[in-house]
């Protein structure tokens, strides 16, 4: 992959990353103006809404804040360290921020890298790339994956080489 190619996939990501923060910031001000004059309770309209929780907690604002262990322990990926993982959903959207930190002794050089969200029994939930950008050793840089389902509920996550 040459230098202009790369340029276009980091270009890319960051027009979709803008636009999730759009759609998300939109649905929370429609929610906000759905809710008009109520107190508490929530606002389903007389519909069930079940939410398993059983690695989430929900905040009062509605967003969902992955506390799995195995989720959010440091993880590695050749010389690169991946930690300080934070994984939330908002309005059907679920986005995973995290630190990568280069360890090793060399520069690593820009890399698209596909992460894999598992539930229970390890089953897979959902799949997406996601660009390592280059990074000098012992620089640390964001990683920042959207995902435009429901999927904070997991387990753990895999990164490796995208196919």
Known sequence: MN????RWIVLLVAVVIIAI??????????NKSNEGGQ??????????????????????????????TNFNST???GNLEISNIQFAER??????????KNTGSSAHEIETVKITIL??????????????EDMEPGETKKLNVTFTADVVNA???TIEAAD
């Open 119 to 132: 539930g229970d029994d390890n089953a897979v939930l959902t799949q997406s790339n996601a660009v390592i």
């Open 155 to 157: 387990k753990d996550f």
């Open 91 to 100: 309005n059907g959207a679920t986005v995973l921020l995290a630190d990568v």
């Open 75 to 77: 993880k590695t990926y």
């Open 39 to 68: 107190t508490g309770g929530s606002n389903n309209n007389g519909a069930e809404n079940v939410v398993d929780n059983t690695y989430s907690t929900q905040l009062d604002d509605g967003t969902r804040l992955n506390n799995s």
């Open 21 to 30: 923060v759009l759609f998300v910031a939109l649905g929370m001000s429609k």
């Open 3 to 6: 230098k202009n190619e790369k």
